[in-house]
C-alpha cells in the first residue's frame, strides 16, 4: 500500500487489506493510502489525490462484482474491453 503525508516523498508499506480501514481518517496516517495492491499483483486500486475517482484493475470476476454491486458507483473505462 503506497501512503503519503508529503507527496513528493511517498512511503510504501505491507499489510493486510482488511487491515487498510483503520488508515481511514486517521490522524496519525495523515493520509489514507492511494494505492493498493495484491501480493501477487492480480489487482490494483490506484486513487490519485487530487481526482474525483479511484481506479480499479483486475481480474474479470472482480471487475464485474464491482460494476454490478449497487453500493459502488462504478463504470467501465472507454478504452477497456
Not at 510504501?12 to 481518517?25: H, S
Amino acid at each position: 500500500m503506497l501512503a503519503a503525508v508529503d507527496f513528493d516523498d511517498l512511503r510504501v508499506q505491507a499489510g493486510r487489506l482488511g487491515d487498510a480501514g483503520i488508515l481511514y481518517d486517521n490522524p496519525e496516517a495523515g493520509f489514507s493510502p492511494s494505492n493498493l495492491w495484491a501480493q501477487d499483483r492480480s489487482w490494483v486500486l490506484c486513487t490519485d489525490y487530487d481526482l474525483w475517482a479511484t481506479k480499479v484493475a483486475g481480474p474479470p470476476a472482480l471487475i464485474e462484482a464491482l460494476l454490478n454491486d449497487p453500493e459502488i458507483e462504478a463504470v467501465r473505462l472507454p478504452w477497456a474491453p
